[in-house]
């Protein structure tokens, strides 16, 4: 007797697959000539290069000339290079959930988004770890941050949270890095087998391992697989809980609180998937994966957004009563000067990008609006970047010496970094989508109705 019902949840992938068209499908996107890659490609490749080219020339003529060259000054020391760098570790989360978090929960909707969701976290993860080395104000001496045994007399600075950043930043991106290329291996091997150029064959054959498929190899590859998972876990807590500490550590009123960690953590989650999402719409048009990423996948993603960023909305107010209720009147002042000083513009921006907004997910017609969607994700992006903007540039700027206060203003070479950062994290996710399989063959082809073992009897 048949197990499916006319009131079963619709299938995890549409048309009229097979595991021989899901290795087709998408090995071919890899396999084309470079005649064949979408005109859309060339467009945000050359986009991005440009991107990246004004990186490289900033950065040079800042160490050529030194931080004078942004807007930091005294009170706001940070200035924008922090903002970019807790924006850009919060982007990277969601590929560490999405790959881990959910596969130990056994959502297998996971399997079409996950790929391109662990390449991003790499590629934010590289964007997030340049600005701490160049923000310290003497590049040369950068390596101070990592955590080296005593050499010359001196050791680095334990109490700093800029070393521990190193720590919790480098961590991840070695287990995400690992744990993505273990998943890719599978499909490795199935695209060395595919390769017709002699060269190709052998690259891929060296990336594979020798993986060949059989029993045993499978096997001993779902438990490393599994390990990593278990592994990767705990990561997306700890690291985003220790770039809080960059802040909740301090005595500054604003920061010295302990929301700071949970709060950071759902907002980094909020901000990652809003990015998955944003790349997830154009790269399904794109190279026509359709039947792959799913509007049931985007549906699912779409209801994180609107429970994380209630969850961010909730962290906003909880700030708001403690700062009342602590009865501490720097710290009533920081927040009340967040929503009605020099940056309440802002402030209000984060608000509505952030809590307003994503409430239009509540309605099922607009959680499956393609044109919603990725207008909304870009739109939460925005939002979190504020957010960061606000928490460091909002609070610096007013401390506890209204003699000190002074508003600051960002120079053409805070936003040219920022959008270097930008073209860098383009270019590396746009050579990714190219060379290697967007989406996981060998996941995609578990979750097919040919994997169930019962299949074949049900249909004859």
Same mark, same amino acid.
């Given at each position: ?160 949270? =800029? @070393? ?7 961590? +991840? ?6 744990? #993505? /290329?273990? !998943? ?121 957004? =609107? @429970? ?7 962290? +906003? ?6 700062? #009342? /209720?602590? !009865? ?133």
């Amino acid at each position: 007797m048949s197990t499916h019902t006319e009131t079963s949840e619709p299938p995890l992938i549409t048309g009229t697959q097979s595991f021989h068209s899901v290795s087709q499908q998408i090995s071919e996107v890899t396999e084309a000539p470079i005649q064949g890659t979408p005109k859309l490609w060339w467009v945000l490749m050359v986009i991005s290069l440009l991107a990246l080219a004004n990186l490289g020339a900033s950065i040079a003529y800042l160490f050529w000339e030194g931080v004078g060259i942004w807007g930091v000054q005294n009170p706001v020391g940070w200035g924008w290079a922090i903002v970019n760098f807790v924006f850009w570790v919060g982007i990277g989360h969601a590929g560490t959930l999405i790959s881990a978090v959910l596969f130990l929960l056994r959502q297998r909707w996971r399997t079409s988004i996950n790929r391109f969701a662990e390449a991003m976290t790499i590629f934010a993860v590289i964007c997030a770890g340049m600005f701490p080395g160049i923000h310290v104000g003497r590049p040369w001496v950068a390596w101070w941050m990592a955590p080296y045994p005593n050499q010359m007399g001196m050791w680095p600075n334990f109490r700093s949270p =800029l @070393l521990w950043d190193m720590f919790a930043v480098g961590t +991840y991106f070695t287990v995400s890095l690992l744990f #993505w /290329y273990t !998943g890719m291996i599978p499909d490795l091997a199935t695209m060395r087998d595919r390769a017709k150029n002699k060269i190709r064959k052998v690259s891929l054959g060296v990336m594979a391992l020798g993986f060949r498929g059989s029993g045993k190899q499978w096997q001993n590859y779902e438990k490393a697989y599994l390990i990593l998972a278990g592994i990767s876990t705990p990561l997306v807590l700890s690291v985003h809980s220790v770039v809080s500490f960059d802040f909740a550590v301090s005595l500054v009123p604003g920061w010295h609180t302990t929301i700071f960690p949970p709060y950071f953590v759902a907002g980094a989650i909020f901000s990652g998937f809003a990015m998955v999402m944003t790349l997830a719409v154009v790269a399904r048009t794109v190279y026509k994966m359709e039947d792959f990423i799913t509007m049931k996948h985007l549906e699912n993603m779409n209801k994180i957004i =609107l @429970l994380t960023g209630t969850m961010v909305g909730y962290a +906003y107010g909880c700030e708001f009563f403690i700062s #009342w /209720y602590s !009865g501490n009147d720097y710290e009533r002042f920081a927040f009340v000067n967040r929503a009605t000083g020099d940056y309440a513009w802002a402030y209000w921006t984060m608000i509505s990008c952030n809590v307003i907004f994503p409430q239009i997910f509540w309605f099922r017609k607009m959680r499956r609006s393609i044109l919603v969607m990725f207008v909304l994700s870009i739109t939460v992006n925005i939002g979190m970047w504020f957010e960061r903007f606000v928490i460091i540039v909002t609070t610096l700027a007013n401390d506890f010496m209204p003699s000190a206060w002074d508003y600051f203003t960002p120079t053409f070479f805070d936003f040219s970094i920022l959008i270097g950062s930008f073209g860098l994290f383009l270019t590396l996710f746009l050579l990714f989508l190219r060379f290697l399989p967007m989406v996981a063959i060998a996941e995609i082809k578990g979750v097919l109705p040919q994997a169930d073992p019962h299949f074949y009897e049900e249909k004859h």
